[in-house]
């Protein structure tokens, strides 16, 4: 029902909505009492955030609590590691002759990568640009460390969060853990390095490229990074501004432009009559891939490709950010899901400089977790929770 609907920018009218649970129930076969359940969960974990579903292009469900908004726009950490993923799928497509062997392309040379010359490590000349999206590169992240499937614990991991590990002068000298492609680590540099290649085959900021060719034919509203960062060592310029878009996250961007983000990703790269990321490379995003044999992470998303969370498809993925924000995709049932989530620091305007257009009310002000043990995995409980309430399974567009 929603393959050919693709909805306007929010000035111009925005998502089609249906409000009445009935008509929800019949049209969009969505339980909207066990999403108001999910809804009272996520809010047992985290202080502020939101809960947001389209599905066959409707947007069915939109509530918030404490920051939440739909015009928020909070530091989304780790969500913004997709966007560089996408941003690289839009470069091969469209620069396909600077990247002759494509996501097999080595990338640690003086024409992607020349800031990382002369190499540290030999085997780093190895590393390829789809090992560096998916993490599997070889570079030292943190626990813990998979290895054909086998979970384990190494030594020394790295400092990987915070925005010192988005930068140039720390992702280029990250050491190896293990050959490219022996093992699977999260590292957050392995997602900057990509947005420096973005960079350097552009010829501009990942940032820029990214309103030019995904977020201006989506129809996004205001949006940007957290790109001010006064008490971080190096990479910034006398007025605390990071010099380079954060490939390693930080983004910020409105909720319902959220939604337009994974319905992208649902439409296999296409949004309208327009081919934005090859099909080929949107479905590797929801997919164990190649380059990755070891866990369950394709192109900057988590997949759930082996079943490990139970009533989900197979084809779901997702990808989080610390503070429980979570994008979900869900092919099969035609299902967006946006989880806006946060803390008190990541709402602070300083951080992007950009406005805030509405007022909050101090009711989370006090606010405190949840039992752990009732919380236990957010991410992955909450879309199973929304999953439950798809009570007509046909996932026709």
Same mark, same amino acid.
């Given at each position: 029902?929603?393959?050919?609907?693709?909805? $306007?920018?929010?000035?111009?009218?925005?998502?089609?909505?249906?409000?009445?649970?009935?008509?929800?129930?019949?049209?969009?076969?969505?339980?909207? &009492?066990?999403?108001?359940?999910?809804?009272?969960?996520?809010?047992?974990?985290?202080?502020?955030?939101?809960?947001?579903?389209?599905?066959?292009?409707?947007?069915?469900?939109?509530?918030?609590?404490?920051?939440?908004?739909?015009?928020?726009?909070?530091?989304?950490?780790?969500?913004?590691?997709?966007?560089?993923?996408?941003?690289?799928?839009?470069?091969?497509?469209?620069?396909?002759?600077?990247?002759?062997?494509?996501?097999?392309?080595?990338?640690?040379?003086?024409?992607?990568? $020349?800031?990382?010359?002369?190499?540290?490590?030999?085997?780093?000349?190895?590393?390829?640009?789809?090992?560096?999206?998916?993490?599997?590169?070889?570079?030292?992240?943190?626990?813990?460390?998979?290895? &054909?499937?086998?979970?384990? @614990?190494?030594?020394?991991?790295?400092?990987?969060?915070?925005?010192?590990?988005?930068?140039?002068?720390?992702?280029?000298?990250?050491?190896?853990?293990?050959?490219?492609?022996?093992?699977?680590?999260?590292?957050?540099?392995?997602?900057?390095?990509?947005?420096?290649?973005?960079?350097?085959? @552009?010829?501009?900021?990942?940032?820029?490229?990214?309103?030019?060719?995904?977020?201006?034919?989506?129809?996004?509203?205001?949006?940007?990074?957290?790109? *001010?960062?006064?008490?971080?060592?190096?990479? %910034?310029?006398?007025?605390?501004?990071?010099? =380079?878009? $954060?490939?390693?996250?930080? %983004?910020?961007?409105?909720?319902?432009?959220?939604?337009?983000?994974?319905?992208?990703?649902?439409?296999?790269?296409?949004?309208?009559?327009?081919? %934005?990321?090859?099909?080929?490379?949107?479905?590797?995003?929801?997919?164990?891939?190649?380059?990755?044999? =070891?866990? @369950?992470?394709?192109?900057?998303? !988590?997949?759930?490709? #082996?079943?490990?969370?139970?009533?989900?498809?197979?084809?779901?993925?997702?990808?989080?950010?610390?503070?429980?924000?979570?994008? *979900?995709?869900?092919?099969?049932? #035609?299902?967006?899901?946006?989880?806006?989530?946060?803390?008190?620091?990541? *709402?602070?305007?300083?951080? @992007?400089?950009? $406005?805030?257009?509405?007022?909050?009310?101090?009711?989370?002000? !006090?606010?405190?977790?949840?039992?752990?043990?009732?919380?236990?995995?957010?991410?992955?409980?909450?879309?199973?929770?929304?999953?439950?309430?798809?009570?007509?399974?046909?996932?026709?567009?």
């Amino acid at each position: 029902m929603g393959a050919d609907y693709f909805p $306007p920018p929010d000035s111009a009218g925005g998502w089609r909505t249906l409000k009445d649970p009935a008509q929800i129930r019949a049209t969009a076969g969505i339980d909207v &009492k066990k999403l108001d359940e999910a809804f009272d969960y996520i809010q047992q974990t985290t202080q502020h955030g939101g809960l947001l579903v389209v599905r066959h292009g409707h947007l069915i469900y939109e509530r918030y609590f404490g920051r939440g908004h739909r015009e928020a726009l909070p530091e989304l950490a780790s969500c913004g590691k997709a966007f560089t993923s996408v941003a690289v799928g839009i470069m091969l497509r469209e620069k396909a002759a600077q990247f002759p062997d494509g996501l097999d392309q080595k990338v640690f040379t003086a024409k992607y990568l $020349p800031d990382t010359l002369p190499l540290d490590d030999p085997r780093k000349a190895q590393i390829t640009l789809g090992q560096l999206l998916a993490m599997s590169a070889g570079i030292r992240g943190t626990n813990p460390v998979y290895v &054909k499937g086998v979970k384990q @614990t190494w030594e020394n991991p790295t400092e990987d969060n915070g925005p010192y590990s988005t930068t140039d002068g720390f992702a280029t000298k990250q050491t190896l853990w293990c050959a490219p492609g022996d093992c699977y680590s999260y590292a957050t540099s392995s997602s900057h390095l990509p947005a420096m290649i973005v960079r350097k085959q @552009t010829g501009m900021e990942m940032e820029e490229y990214m309103r030019q060719k995904l977020t201006k034919p989506l129809g996004f509203g205001t949006w940007g990074y957290a790109m *001010y960062r006064p008490k971080l060592k190096g990479g %910034i310029d006398a007025d605390g501004r990071m010099f =380079h878009t $954060p490939g390693g996250g930080s %983004i910020a961007v409105r909720s319902t432009d959220m939604l337009r983000f994974g319905y992208l990703m649902l439409h296999e790269g296409r949004w309208g009559k327009e081919q %934005i990321l090859t099909p080929e490379f949107a479905r590797m995003c929801g997919r164990m891939v190649k380059y990755n044999p =070891h866990f @369950t992470h394709s192109f900057n998303f !988590n997949v759930n490709e #082996d079943k490990h969370l139970n009533g989900v498809p197979g084809d779901a993925f997702w990808k989080g950010g610390s503070g429980g924000y979570a994008i *979900y995709v869900v092919p099969s049932l #035609d299902l967006v899901i946006w989880k806006l989530g946060g803390n008190e620091g990541q *709402y602070d305007p300083a951080l @992007t400089r950009l $406005p805030v257009k509405y007022t909050y009310d101090g009711s989370r002000d !006090n606010w405190k977790p949840g039992d752990p043990k009732v919380i236990g995995d957010a991410t992955g409980k909450t879309l199973q929770m929304v999953v439950a309430a798809v009570v007509d399974a046909k996932g026709a567009k």
